[in-house]
């Protein structure tokens, strides 16, 4: 009888053991790190000239090459965006700008905030239509 005992004993602590060693552990993997990108457009108001900067690591890069390309002295930032597309709408008297997650937003933002007219120039960072 003892060894009967001592058996089912045995054969319950196995089957705990067992049961432990195979529940799943849950591990919640690390959040994938979301890819930012930068961009910026730069007007010259006084030639209508525009520099784009594209997928940059940050807005200060971003804006910098957008000046750099702009080419004139009187270039100025007017469009930052982060994964996003940004915007220039011209009108008879005013510039206007704008930007939004897709391009048809920011266009219209653009268009708004000009007054009417028509789309200048306009850019999107990577992923961004």
Not at 14 to 21: E, I, K
Not at 70 to 93: E, F, H, L, P, W
């Amino acid at each position: 009888m003892k060894i009967r005992k001592r058996l089912a004993n045995a054969a319950l602590v196995a089957a705990g053991v067992g049961a432990a060693l195979t529940v799943p552990t849950i591990v919640n993997p690390a959040p994938a790190a979301a890819a930012n990108y930068y961009g910026a457009i730069a007007l010259s108001p006084s030639t209508g000239a525009t520099g784009r900067a594209l997928d940059y690591p940050d807005w200060s890069s971003a804006s910098n090459a957008a000046l750099s390309w702009c080419g004139y002295t009187d270039c100025q930032v007017v469009v930052r965006m982060r994964n996003a597309c940004g915007a220039i709408a011209k009108s008879s008297g005013y510039w206007g700008f704008g930007w939004a997650a897709d391009l048809y937003t920011a266009q219209s933002n653009a268009l708004y905030n000009s007054g009417g007219g028509y789309v200048h120039d306009w850019a999107c960072t990577s992923g961004h239509q």
